[in-house]
T-cell receptor
């Protein structure tokens, strides 16, 4: 149980295009979803916190117009990287939190999406 | 402020040995969690310790928490080559569900 999927797992795009990444909780309803960015051999950097039906809360320094987050339902959140540039190339990971499944703050992570912008 | 600083940054041991990783944090926490990440994959939750707990066990994992020193340690006993991965601690504060991760420890277990 508590499975989170991400799609796509890998995407290569041209500079200037937009890329949408989906995060789904497959067997539970996620109260909150989190989006992280990870550079090689580094830690996860929280980008934003997303609650179903409300606007995402972005961390300081993260451009909300650049990284659009939509949390349309309790099982789906999407991250759209708009007008992507090579510096946006990174590993994007989502996680889901559920009051039902998580004892306290336990998060269930998706497998990640490798974005490469040419 | 940076939460969840880990040390060592990299640890290389032989199969069968124990591996100890440490994590420090700066502000008050509700709980502290340890996660594992295999290369290029998502994180897998290992163990959660609440702020009012001092020690917790799960299989070959032992976690301690010292809130006076704002530190935690993860011990993996009788390590296996399959334990090779990056390990992160995540500090859970007052914002419900939110975690702040440290830099992680890259563990390599040689067969």
């Amino acid at each position: 149980g508590a499975v989170v999927s991400q799609h796509p797992s890998r995407v290569i795009c041209k500079s200037g295009t937009s890329v949408k990444i989906e995060c789904r909780s497959l067997d539970f309803q996620a109260t909150t979803m989190f989006w992280y960015r990870q550079f090689p051999k580094q830690s996860l950097m929280l980008m934003a916190t997303s609650n179903e039906g409300s606007k995402a809360t972005y961390e300081q320094g993260v451009e909300k117009d650049k990284f659009l987050i939509n949390h349309a339902s309790l099982t789906l959140s999407t991250l759209t990287v708009t007008s992507a540039h090579p510096e946006d190339s990174s590993f994007y990971i989502c996680s889901a939190h559920s009051v039902e499944r998580g004892v306290h703050n336990e998060q269930f992570f998706g497998p990640g999406t490798r974005l490469t912008v040419l | 402020s940076q939460q969840g600083e880990e040390d060592p940054q990299a640890l290389s041991i032989q199969e069968g040995e124990n591996a100890t990783m440490n994590c420090s944090y700066k502000t008050s926490i509700n709980n502290l969690q340890w996660y594992r990440q295999n290369s290029g994959r998502g994180l897998v939750h290992l163990i959660l310790i609440r702020s009012n707990e001092r020690e917790k066990h799960s299989g070959r994992l032992r976690v301690t928490l010292d809130t006076s020193k704002k530190s935690s340690s993860l011990l993996i006993t009788a390590s296996r080559a399959a334990d090779t991965a990056s390990y992160f601690c995540g500090a859970g504060g007052t914002s419900y569900g939110k975690l702040t991760f440290g830099q992680g420890t890259i563990l390599t277990v040689h067969p």
